[in-house]
């Protein structure tokens, strides 16, 4: 099993910025990816950013140019710096980390990022 531990969520204004971080415990051998997904009120979950094994980065096209995502999915460690937020970023980010090994998501908790305008 993998548990997953994300902090650094909070109110901030429009165009501020904050860093998010998930740390890894547990099986954490075998962890392909790592990434951050996000919910808001009555949307799904959708894929904000991700770190994939040998260098892959993915994000949604709404967050390009404004987050950054880092971190080393050998450690089992994902950060997520957000910058020039907008209260459509309003949302419970979650992380999340596959395990190649088992073929299964693991999902943190969620912390919940408010966009004031």
């Known amino acids: 099993q993998v548990q997953l531990e994300e902090s650094g969520g909070g109110l901030v204004q429009s165009g501020g910025s904050l860093r998010l971080s998930c740390a890894a415990s547990?099986?954490?051998?075998?962890?392909?990816?790592m990434g951050w997904y996000r919910q808001a009120p009555g949307k799904q979950r959708e894929l904000v950013a991700q770190?994939?094994?040998?260098?892959?980065?993915n994000y949604a096209d709404s967050v390009k140019g404004r987050f950054t995502i880092s971190g080393d999915n050998a450690k089992g460690t994902v950060y997520l710096q957000m910058n020039s937020l907008k209260p459509e970023d309003t949302a419970v980010y979650y992380c999340?980390?596959?395990?190649?090994?088992?073929?299964?998501?693991?999902w943190g908790k969620g912390t919940l990022v408010t966009v004031s305008s």
């Open positions: 770190n994939v094994n040998w260098g892959s980065t």
């Open positions: 999340k980390a596959h395990s190649m090994i088992r073929n299964t998501d693991y």
């Open positions: 547990g099986s954490i051998l075998g962890i392909y990816s």
